[in-house]
């Protein structure tokens, strides 16, 4: 069976050639109430068609008459049909509509204004934290406020504060509990590190996260200061995918540095690219070597959390239950998490020789004729390398690694400038 015509088929097919209205006239019969005597004559009774009859509804009649230049008021089918009519049942119609439209405008807005509230209460709880400590370097001139949020051993953070530290900036530390994670409750980014900037003669801030992100951020405003930090952040998007109830977060182009070509007349391509490289190194590599090795026993992961307590000044930033859950508690779950990353990661049965093989790497890959991988100063490949290797510095597993591989004297050439904030000109020549 063929589909019926819809009316708006029907409408259009009558009304847009005159042919067709008259041949329409002289198969369906219309009776006019004060139609023109003229124009009645061209009709018959719609009784001669009724199935025709039946496709139109009311509305649809009465604009066929308005088409065909008949009277206002018009009787069709024995029903009084005018644009009074026509007018009641336009406002009853687009009241309906307006009413919708309100009642669902007011869902939305109520639906925006408790997310507000909730980004808000956020805020206000993130401005109610009151930083660890506070870093304070005099020649920093950048006008930056920047927040870090932090685990002080965590390697990733240890990473972010090295890059800090050597280019001189001043910054606030604000220590997360690492169990309860009660300091991160204003974000749904429940990693570390975070940093917040505070934007000179604004109010406005932009929270950046993950360290390669972070470090590249700041790399490429110390290249380009007339870049603002939001636009910078902009060039690295963060793609998320959900993996059963926990979000995966990918963040591109996280070890590029962007800046004008123009700028960078002090490294070459290759160079840029080495660094690459090795700070990725850093990330997929060497940072699983850490876990298995100082965790590798009850005893040396106990060893290892008692010092994270102590450069961490946990007993300054938590109450005595929290120290004590998260040094007791912490070392047995590392000491098992220890086993798992080992087995994941392919390390060899002896923790330790894949830890040297690590540093070996690294030490050949700076050379004998280079005093960092970056030359005469340090790179961002150097300080994500000795940024991990610091967050196990008070650990046996470090100790072990300075007695069996040669890389001491590069860790301390690097810890050297870091400390001594080496980098500091770069960010004052460019403030």
Not at 263 to 288: C, Y
């Amino acid at each position: 069976m063929a589909a019926p015509f819809s009316q708006t088929f029907i409408w259009r097919t009558i009304s847009n050639a005159s042919f067709r209205r008259i041949h329409f006239n002289k198969h369906v019969g219309l009776q006019f109430s004060n139609a023109n005597p003229l124009k009645v004559q061209r009709s018959h009774y719609l009784t001669r068609c009724p199935s025709f009859k039946s496709l139109l509804n009311a509305k649809s009649r009465y604009f066929y008459l308005r088409a065909c230049g008949l009277n206002q008021s018009s009787r069709v089918g024995g029903q009084e049909f005018s644009r009074s009519t026509i007018s009641v049942l336009y406002i009853a119609k687009v009241g309906v509509a307006l009413t919708a439209t309100c009642l669902i405008g007011f869902g939305l807005v109520k639906s925006d204004w408790n997310r507000f509230k909730v980004i808000a209460e956020g805020r206000e709880r993130l401005h109610a934290i009151k930083p660890s400590r506070n870093v304070q370097v005099d020649t920093d001139k950048s006008g930056l406020k920047l927040t870090l949020f932090q685990y002080q051993t965590c390697p990733f953070c240890c990473k972010v504060r090295a890059v800090l530290d050597y280019h001189g900036f001043s910054y606030d530390v604000i220590e997360v509990n690492s169990v309860t994670k009660k300091q991160l409750k204003w974000s749904d980014y429940q990693k570390v590190p975070i940093v917040i900037v505070e934007l000179p003669g604004s109010d406005q801030e932009v929270v950046i996260k993950d360290s390669s992100v972070i470090i590249s951020v700041l790399e490429s405003y110390l290249h380009d200061n007339a870049a603002s930090i939001p636009q910078l952040c902009s060039y690295y998007p963060c793609l998320t995918e959900n993996e059963g109830r926990r979000k995966k977060y990918d963040f591109q182009n996280k070890y590029f540095i962007m800046f004008p070509r123009t700028v960078d007349l002090n490294h070459t391509v290759e160079e840029r690219s080495e660094e690459r490289k090795w700070r990725k190194w850093a990330d997929d590599h060497l940072v699983h070597m850490l876990s298995p090795n100082a965790y590798r026993t009850v005893k040396e992961s106990l060893q290892a959390f008692q010092y994270f307590s102590a450069v961490g000044q946990w007993e300054q930033n938590f109450s005595f239950l929290e120290r004590y859950v998260v040094i007791y508690i912490g070392a047995a779950v590392m000491y098992v998490m220890g086993m798992i990353l080992k087995n994941k990661y392919k390390l060899k049965e002896d923790v330790r020789e894949s830890l040297y093989d690590a540093c070996n790497e690294w030490v050949k890959a700076v050379g004998k004729e280079r005093v960092f991988m970056g030359g005469d100063q340090p790179n961002l490949a150097d300080l994500a390398v000795y940024g991990i290797l610091n967050s196990i510095e008070g650990c046996t597993a470090f100790q072990d690694a300075l007695q069996n591989t040669k890389i001491g004297s590069w860790y301390y050439r690097t810890k050297a400038a870091v400390n001594s904030h080496q980098g500091a000109h770069q960010l004052n020549s460019s403030s």
